[in-house]
């Protein structure tokens, strides 16, 4: 085919005729959705909470999930991964330019900032969009402060002083500067105490409410050691009327007399049911939900041992104890792990000494003992008896025995249905007997052991375990209690860390701010409960971990890429000499 020359030429001239007009300069939107048109009311306002709301699932639906890197750096468990990107030595791998698996300790910065810059959207638009009263205005704002709040409690129980960004910033800054954490602390106690009062007491499952509110600034107040507060925002959630234990069956698996109450509270169709009196605020994540996050939970891969790892476990004659062509059926009852958090002695099994009937140890239900995992080797005369550990490869014992909550853990899986290890659930954020202890904790701080008892003993009670005196209360047994009722639900390392400055700023066990990097409560306690520091090793790394690490270091590439003004970097860590002191104010234009 010949292209007419004329044709051409009208084309050209039609170009240049139109070229001599500025308009066809001007950039076309793509979509008619521009941040300008779009927080201009409560529906876009939506949009940006929205978005809020499904980012609290990214701590725990995922595979090596977030909520593992506080594990692992915590009394409760070490990383069982064999590989090298595995966090086993913390002196040589946790380091400002670490890659790996410290990488999804750097997840907590980065999507953490990134949850505060979709906050501050809301949080800077507030006045500038339309709205039928103060109040609607003011619960949309209240929302967006609880998720910025919620954000900085983690990062400066995690890093410790860091940037406070308060508003939305539409061009490019690389001057931040270093808050101390104490600023951030009051900053985010003002915001809460502004967004209790206009959070709405009844929302729809994922949505943030009054008690969510009152939940997390019981925390910040204990932060604070104002713990005369902390006592007042949790009797609000308790003493209000809302909110109760469950003490009775209900939901999915009501009328199955195999299980019991604790096995109903954490199914996954029962953790947003109306009548669960206890989810304060639940994350919302379900099986072909359009919004459903890719790959669900990964609880089981995560958080149970790699018992199906066959080859290296050895029934008494020596003979080859597991099959994994036969390992089918106990990987359909159990699901397949891989040991990635493999828990301690202290939270396997000291903890539970003396539990009596406490139903979340019960063998029979909610607790999985390692005896239960029998040989399936039918060469073997084992076959069908249960695993003895002690004849089984030493090392690889480390991540293929270990008893786990099979309540908790077990999700079914509709994505791996034949090999499942943690389908899509909703998840608890904050529930009421956590409530429960953190008044308990206030009223600890304060010397009422009383009042300290009757708090834990309420969770005890429910879960059929022998309740605790009052002279027998202490920060430990707090923490104890912690562990058995909120495995995978507290961010252990950040509330171990909150309680390692409260007693350093009280001076308290021989701890001070000055030396808080060289001595400090959340190492001591580490090293008591953990095999770090005892020359244990896993695939030729050692278990090493170092008291500075109560603050993880910040990630250089962000200290980098802030050329204008320092970020700066926490005691232990290289390039700590060029910090400068931290800002004691907020500003507006911060």
Not at 255 to 272: I, M, T
Request: aromatic share 12%; glycine share 6%; proline share 4%.
């Amino acid at each position: 085919m010949k292209t007419n020359p004329v044709t051409i030429l009208v084309v050209v001239v039609i170009f240049l005729a139109t070229s001599c007009e500025d308009d066809w300069l001007k950039p076309k939107p793509l979509s008619i959705y521009t941040i300008e048109n779009v927080y201009v009311d409560k529906a876009g306002m939506e949009s940006a909470l929205l978005t809020l709301r499904r980012n609290l699932r990214l701590e725990t639906h995922e595979n090596k999930s977030m909520l593992c890197s506080e594990l692992f750096s915590s009394d409760l468990a070490i990383c069982g991964g064999e590989q090298a990107i595995d966090v086993h030595n913390f002196n040589i791998q946790v380091t400002p330019t670490a890659s790996g698996d410290v990488g999804i300790m750097f997840n907590y910065w980065n999507r953490g900032y990134d949850q505060i810059r979709h906050a501050n959207v809301i949080i800077s638009r507030i006045d500038n969009a339309t709205w039928a009263n103060e109040a609607e205005k003011n619960a949309v704002l209240a929302e967006a402060l609880f998720f910025r709040a919620n954000t900085y409690y983690r990062l400066v129980h995690q890093f410790g002083d860091v940037p406070f960004i308060g508003k939305e910033h539409t061009a490019p800054k690389i001057d931040f500067k270093t808050h101390s954490r104490n600023t951030i602390l009051d900053k985010i106690q003002s915001d809460l105490e502004f967004a209790v009062e206009w959070l709405p007491e009844t929302v729809a499952p994922g949505k943030v409410n009054k008690a969510a509110g009152n939940h997390l600034l019981t925390k910040v107040y204990l932060a604070n050691l104002e713990f005369d507060k902390a006592i007042a925002a949790a009797s609000a959630i308790i003493d209000g009327g809302k909110y109760a234990l469950m003490t009775e069956r209900f939901g999915s698996v009501a009328g199955d007399d195999r299980f019991n109450v604790v096995w109903d509270l954490h199914q996954k169709e029962n953790k947003s049911l109306a009548s669960n009196t206890e989810g304060i605020l639940v994350t919302q994540d379900k099986f072909e939900f359009a919004d459903a996050r890719t790959g669900g939970t990964n609880t089981m891969r995560n958080l149970t041992p790699f018992w199906s790892h066959g080859s290296y476990i050895k029934d008494p004659d020596g003979k080859q104890g597991m099959l994994s062509a036969n390992n089918l059926p106990q990987i359909l009852a159990f699901g397949r792990g891989v040991g990635h958090v493999v828990t301690t002695k202290y939270f396997n099994y000291e903890i539970w000494e003396n539990a009596g009937s406490d139903l979340r140890c019960d063998p029979d239900t909610n607790w999985m003992p390692t005896s239960k995992i029998r040989y399936n080797n039918p060469a073997s005369a084992y076959f069908g008896q249960p695993v003895q550990i002690e004849y089984s490869n030493p090392y690889d014992t480390l991540r293929s025995f270990y008893p786990w909550p099979q309540y908790k853990v077990y999700v079914s899986d509709e994505l791996r249905p034949a090999i499942p290890t943690g389908g899509n659930a909703d998840w608890y954020v904050f529930r009421l007997a956590e409530t429960y202890l953190l008044r308990a904790e206030a009223y600890y701080w304060k010397n009422d052991l009383s009042n300290a008892a009757a708090d834990i003993n309420k969770v005890r009670t429910r879960a059929l375990a022998p309740t605790v005196d009052a002279a027998d209360v202490t920060i430990e047994y707090i923490l104890d209690e912690r562990a058995r009722e909120l495995y995978y639900e507290e961010p252990r390392k950040t509330e171990l860390t909150r309680i390692a400055f409260m007693m350093a700023e009280q001076n308290l066990g021989g701890y001070n701010l000055a030396s808080f990097s060289e001595k400090n409560y959340w190492y001591d306690r580490v090293i008591a409960k953990t095999p770090y520091n005892t020359g244990l090793e896993w695939a030729a790394n050692a278990y090493i971990i170092s008291a500075y690490h109560v603050l993880w270091p910040v990630p250089q590439n962000e200290i980098d890429a802030n050329s204008g003004a320092r970020i700066n970097q926490n005691r232990g860590y290289q390039g700590v000499e060029l910090n400068v002191e931290p800002l004691t104010e907020i500003t507006d234009e911060q």
